[in-house]
């Protein structure tokens, strides 16, 4: 079946280190985005892709990078930097705009 | 970025009753959409509507996108205890890297 996979669904990290969270989608879309969804909020931009090779920062891109080296995948690695990294993180697909995102089942990642 | 103010915040009702929740802004859209995310999982399209005026159902789903472009509303009819979760509104003017979210209604249906 077409569909994203984000793994791991559970990540646990200490303070300090980084840490990578995988995203691959069969869908064939050309757009991936990075979302980070907290309780009692709307989901926020991270990062996003149009195309492979190419990235553009979010809303809240600070302490977070991405790569775009094959269509089908789209890391993203929660830096040291990031100061309040433990969220549910989403990651989404899309073929041209306008067309609806596709979601991943996220991944929550826990830094104590 | 600018968020979408949603409400309400959260739905207790009891199996049977309709539900109608919505989404505003201050901002026009040229696409709403209405997601369902349910427990440790990602959100799931329910209806995307593309044209100011346009009511669309899917099931007992129901969702309209506002005249004036700066709105929207989702009813769910004779809800059934598979309808708990939290629904969203996004909105969307230009290319999918600007869609905004709303921050969600929690429904939660009693038997």
């Known amino acids: 079946d077409g569909g994203i996979t984000q793994s791991p669904k559970y990540l646990f990290r200490k303070e300090g280190q980084n840490v990578t969270l995988s995203c691959e989608q069969n869908?064939?879309?050309?757009?991936m985005y990075w979302y980070r969804q907290d309780p009692g909020q709307g989901l926020r931009l991270i990062y996003y892709?149009?195309?492979?090779?190419?990235?553009q920062k979010g809303d809240i891109a600070e302490g977070y990078s991405v790569s775009r080296e094959k269509k089908e995948s789209f890391p993203l690695t929660v830096t040291s930097a990031q100061k309040n990294p433990t969220a549910f993180y989403l990651c989404?697909?899309?073929?041209?705009?306008?067309?609806?995102?596709?979601f991943g089942n996220g991944t929550r990642l826990t830094v104590t | 970025g600018q968020q979408l103010n949603q409400s309400p915040q959260s739905m207790f009702i009891q199996e049977g009753e309709d539900v109608s929740m919505n989404c505003t802004s201050s901002?026009?859209?040229?696409?709403w959409l209405w997601y369902k995310q349910e427990p440790g999982e990602g959100p799931v399209l329910l209806i995307a509507?593309?044209?100011?005026?346009e009511l669309t159902s899917n099931g007992r789903l129901t969702a309209q996108f506002g005249i004036t472009r700066k709105d929207s509303f989702l009813n769910i009819s004779a809800s059934i205890p598979s309808d708990v979760g939290i629904y969203f509104c996004?909105?969307?003017?230009?290319?999918?890297?600007?869609?905004?979210f709303g921050a969600g209604t929690r429904l939660t249906v009693k038997p």
């Open positions: 996004a909105g969307q003017l230009g290319n999918n890297n600007d869609m905004r």
């Open positions: 869908l064939n879309h050309d757009a």
């Open positions: 509507l593309y044209k100011a005026g």
């Open positions: 892709s149009q195309i492979v090779n190419d990235f």
């Open positions: 989404a697909s899309s073929g041209t705009s306008p067309s609806p995102l596709h």
């Open positions: 901002s026009i859209f040229n696409t």
